[in-house]
């Protein structure tokens, strides 16, 4: 797959860790997939978003602003409005 978008979360999983940095080495013939996470609906970044190989997704509001509960810091690398502004 060129790009896998995971929309959940959990704690640090060795497995899963693997399989995204595999996914990044060998996939699309080698060129290596992206990764698109949600970073978590806690107010802070959660696994898998926190690993530096994936592109950690954070959610605003119309006006661009970080909604409270989604994940929020220095990991996160971009946002796009959430659900919660009846787009």
Known sequence: ADVISIS???GHVDNI?????????????GKGTVFSCSSGNNGSIRFPATLSS?????AVDLKGVIFGYSGQ???LDVVAPSGRNQI
């Open 8 to 10: 959940w979360s959990t």
């Open 17 to 29: 860790k693997d399989a995204i940095n595999l996914g990044k080495l060998i996939g699309r013939s």
């Open 54 to 58: 994936v592109l950690a997704v954070g």
């Open 73 to 75: 810091g220095s990991q």
